[in-house]
Nanobody, 125 residues
Framework: QLQLVESGGGLVQPGGSLRLSCVVS????????IGWFRQAPGKEREGVSC????????NYADSVKGRFTISRDNAKNTVYLQMNSLKPEDTAVYYC??????????????????WGHGTQVTVSS
């Protein structure tokens, strides 16, 4: 059974940075595209970023483009989301998910098959 575990969330001031990690176990990361999603209280789930199986392709939501960077280390079965210049509107629970590229892209109408339990990111002064 594929499992995903997020970490790295926390409280940060506006303008600060955090790096989220998503560790995958139970299956090789080589076979899945990985997406990061977030959900703020009272809001719909939003796709943030995704990365292809090889790591050669990435995609970002317009709201985070230029501030967030996704990367993966398949040897460590880990995907990272580096978040810089954080804003209060970035506050949300962040989830990683594994599936095909089309199912993890920001804006997808599909629900990825495998999900982590999430990590809270709070941006506040």
């Amino acid at each position: 059974q594929l499992q995903l575990v997020e970490s790295g969330g926390g409280l940060v001031q506006p303008g600060g940075s955090l790096r989220l990690s998503c560790v995958v176990s139970g299956f090789s990361l080589d076979y899945y595209a990985i997406g990061w999603f977030r959900q703020a209280p009272g809001k719909e789930r939003e796709g943030v970023s995704c990365i292809s199986m090889s790591g050669g392709d990435t995609n970002y939501a317009d709201s985070v483009k230029g501030r967030f960077t996704i990367s993966r280390d398949n040897a460590k079965n880990t995907v990272y989301l580096q978040m810089n210049s954080l804003k209060p509107e970035d506050t949300a629970v962040y989830y990683c998910a594994a599936d095909t590229w089309n199912n993890v892209m920001p804006g997808t109408q599909q629900r990825p098959y495998y999900w982590g339990h999430g990590t809270q990111v709070t941006v506040s002064s």
